[in-house]
Structures are given as structure tokens and as C-alpha cells.
């Protein structure tokens, strides 16, 4: 997982061998403490990157860019971000 607070955007690369299916899987803002579900249904395909944006320039175009709000979410001064899977166990963490 990378984050780019400036541009508001979180990048996912799906490194496994397999599909996974991000379905109730939770990005969050810990400074802001705001959170990002992911749409039922989501699958990120192997091999496959998903950005996951926000800010006045927040794309909508799935599967590869998911639009999370057009408010700005990240903390530009820094802003730790967590990425939980459906079972509410933390998969990644940026600092």
C-alpha cells in the first residue's frame, strides 16, 4: 500500500498469485479517523493495482480507480493509513 497525501490518493497492488475480494475490506484515515468500505462484490485481481481517491479530483472509473469522497482526507503534514480485511484484521500499514 502507498498513499500520496499531496494528491489524495492510496495505491493497492494485489502481489498474490490469486484474486482477492476486497468485500467489507476498510481503508482508514487514522489521523482523520474516516473510512473507506469497499463496494460489495470488489475483486482485485492478481497482478492488479487500485487507487482509491479523494479530494476535489477523486476519480470514479472501477475497477481500477475507486472514488472514496471529493472532500480531502489525508493530512498533508502526515497521516498513518490502515487497510483492515472484512474480519477487521489489519492487512497494511503506512505511516
Same mark, same amino acid.
Given at each position: 500500500?502507498?498513499?500520496?497525501?499531496?494528491?489524495?490518493? &492510496?495505491? %493497492?497492488?494485489?502481489?498474490? &498469485?490469486?484474486?482477492?475480494?476486497?468485500?467489507?475490506?476498510? %481503508? =482508514?484515515? =487514522?489521523?482523520?479517523?474516516?473510512?473507506?468500505?469497499?463496494?460489495?462484490g470488489? =475483486? %482485485?485481481?492478481?497482478? /492488479?493495482?487500485?487507487?482509491?481517491t479523494?479530494?476535489?479530483? /477523486?476519480?470514479?472509473?472501477?475497477?481500477?480507480?475507486?472514488?472514496?469522497?471529493? /472532500?480531502?482526507?489525508?493530512?498533508?503534514?502526515?497521516?498513518?493509513?490502515? %487497510?483492515?480485511?472484512?474480519k477487521?484484521?489489519?492487512?497494511?500499514? =503506512?505511516?
Amino acid at each position: 500500500m502507498k498513499v500520496d497525501l499531496a494528491k489524495e490518493i &492510496v495505491t %493497492l497492488k494485489n502481489i498474490d &498469485v490469486k484474486d482477492i475480494t476486497l468485500t467489507g475490506w476498510k %481503508l =482508514v484515515s =487514522v489521523n482523520g479517523n474516516q473510512t473507506y468500505t469497499f463496494p460489495t462484490g470488489y =475483486v %482485485l485481481k492478481k497482478g /492488479a493495482t487500485v487507487y482509491i481517491t479523494s479530494g476535489p479530483k /477523486a476519480r470514479n472509473q472501477p475497477p481500477a480507480y475507486l472514488k472514496w469522497t471529493t /472532500a480531502n482526507i489525508w493530512n498533508n503534514a502526515g497521516d498513518p493509513a490502515r %487497510l483492515y480485511d472484512a474480519k477487521g484484521l489489519m492487512i497494511s500499514e =503506512v505511516k
